[in-house]
């Protein structure tokens, strides 16, 4: 079954950084894209950013264009999601996600709170 595992999520002073790993399991993981998603207290979850199944291509939401980049290791069935000057907004649950065969699949979530 499809397995997502989030981790690397913590406490980060504004102006930080941190990076978010997702492992996943289940699946042909080099045949699909993956995304990170935040959900805020009181907000909807929002897609963060997003990358293709080989790498070629990323998206990112205006909000965390420049300061994060996504990344995935085939190899290691591993993404990533490099957060740099992280602000108190960034404060959020954090998702890996998955579209497998016409379902959303989540991980557990990684707490990020950027507070001083």
């Known amino acids: 079954q499809v397995q997502l595992v989030e981790s690397g999520g913590g406490l980060v002073q504004p102006g930080g950084s941190l990076r978010l790993s997702c492992a996943a399991s289940?699946?042909?993981?080099?045949?699909?894209?993956m995304s990170w998603y935040r959900q805020a207290p009181g907000k909807e979850r929002e897609l963060v950013a997003a990358?293709?199944?080989?790498?070629?291509?990323?998206n990112y939401a205006d909000s965390v264009k420049g300061r994060f980049t996504i990344s995935r290791d085939n190899a290691k069935n591993t993404v990533y999601l490099a957060m740099n000057s992280l602000k108190p907004e960034d404060t959020a649950v954090y998702y890996c996600n998955v579209d497998f065969w016409s379902r959303d699949y989540w991980g557990q979530g990684t707490q990020v709170t950027v507070s001083s």
């Open positions: 990358i293709t199944s080989v790498g070629g291509s990323t």
């Open positions: 289940g699946f042909t993981f080099s045949s699909y894209a």
